[in-house]
């Protein structure tokens, strides 16, 4: 007789457990906590884009898109990398519509990397990323940023980063801004990168789904890796309408970059979601092309919720660190004589009812990030309010 294995699933994921969000979620519920932990707003996005998603449901637009995308979002999405980073993409051929920014990064790693092959990346990362590394067979190379003496803004030591490319390095995966510590990667720190990942013949890829959301601190200005001398050739550039349009859950997003690698990325993709999201392509399609205004409010809206709660988390005793840009803020718990960031997160919600993430889920050395926990502004000014009384109390 065979025994049944009590764990069958296989070994390159078996460091994965489920992920702290699913985690945080239930003790939110469970105590009725303010969700500061994971990054979803609680407003919908522009009517405009609800509007075209609702006339696409009703116009018999629910079957398969085609493979690449319907061509309005194709056409929209290049266009908007024109009007706002100057950037020129082919719709046909240098765009693929994926399933949220998530699958994007997983198709284009997995299409990209031979087992073995090595990944750098900045950690503290997107938690997605370790995992898609993994299925690959692949190996990280993680950098870390630390917050710096002085202004306490994140950054890395470029010795260090050097010392992460190697002769097995096939790509460089940055997110910037970035989540979770909020720092946006300055032009020189992004020349550095393009520098080692040309040196190397390594392939960037870029996860730029807060793109809009750059803070007045840091110039307003976001810079896209693959507006750097050399760097549109060898990038992968990866966006979303999550972040952007406020609809995280429609998971609509795409790729772009030249023709053989957008081969190489829709390869992958065809065969783990093939399409999705037919009737809200058209509306993300509708929203890409709303006019600058909607653009700069998202902005200054989400910065003054970025100033509402750290005013109130640095009156709360905490040590905040800065963030130039997304929906979050890092924030040392050593003020408050905290030591270990997740028991601070796991009885947070019962003893204040509210809900934060600790950072050390996003390092390969949690020891890195032991202190730090993060915290989201994408909600209403009066849950924010609401959660700094609690947290004061
Ligand atoms: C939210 C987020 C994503 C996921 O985007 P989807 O379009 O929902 O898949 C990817 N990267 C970062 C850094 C994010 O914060």
Avoid at 218 to 226: E, W
Avoid at 267 to 272: A, E, H, P, Y
Wanted: aromatic fraction near 8%; charge should be negative.
């Amino acid at each position: 007789m065979t025994t049944i294995d009590s764990d069958p699933g296989v070994r390159r994921m078996r460091a994965f457990g489920t992920t702290i969000f699913a985690e945080m979620s239930a003790l939110a519920v469970r105590h009725g906590a303010i969700n500061l932990g994971q990054g979803f707003p609680d407003s919908d996005g522009p009517p405009e884009m609800l509007a075209a998603a609702a006339e696409a449901l009703r116009t018999g637009q629910n079957q398969y898109p085609p493979g690449p995308g319907v061509p309005a979002l194709r056409t929209a999405v290049a266009e908007h990398q024109r009007r706002f980073w100057g950037l020129e993409y082919d719709p046909d051929g240098e765009v693929l519509v994926t399933a949220g920014a998530t699958e994007a990064i997983a198709a284009t790693i997995l299409g990209l990397c031979e087992a073995g092959d090595e990944v750098v990346c900045f950690e503290p990362y997107y938690d997605s990323y370790a995992a898609s590394i993994a299925l690959a067979g692949a190996v990280r190379r993680p950098v870390t940023l630390r917050p710096v003496a002085g202004d306490r803004r994140y950054g890395f030591d470029p010795a260090e980063l050097r010392a992460a490319f190697g002769p097995r390095t096939r790509l460089v995966l940055l997110n910037s801004p970035h989540n979770p510590t909020g720092k946006v990667f300055t032009r020189a720190e992004l020349t550095q990168i393009a520098e080692l990942c040309q040196e190397h013949g390594a392939y960037a890829v870029t996860d730029e789904v807060y793109e809009h959301l750059v803070f007045s601190d840091a110039g307003d200005t976001h810079v896209p890796l693959a507006t750097l001398p050399g760097m549109r050739e060898r990038t992968v550039r990866i966006s979303s309408a999550g972040k952007t349009f406020r609809c995280t859950g429609w998971k609509i997003g795409w790729a772009s970059g030249p023709a053989a690698l957008i081969t190489a990325v829709t390869r992958v993709k065809q065969f783990l979601t093939y399409v999705n999201g037919g009737p809200f392509q058209p509306a993300v399609a509708v929203a890409l092309g709303l006019p600058d205004s909607y653009y700069d409010e998202l902005r200054t809206d989400l910065e003054a919720r970025r100033d509402q709660l750290v005013a109130g988390l640095t009156d709360a005793g905490f040590g905040v660190l800065p963030s130039e840009g997304t929906y979050f803020v890092t924030t040392d718990i050593t003020p408050l004589g905290g030591t270990d960031g997740m028991a601070f997160c796991r009885s947070l919600p019962e003893r204040t009812g509210v809900v934060a993430v600790p950072t050390e889920v996003f390092y390969d050395d949690p020891e890195a990030g032991k202190r730090l926990v993060r915290f989201a502004f994408c909600k209403r000014a009066e849950i924010i309010d609401e959660a700094v009384r609690r947290l004061r109390a």
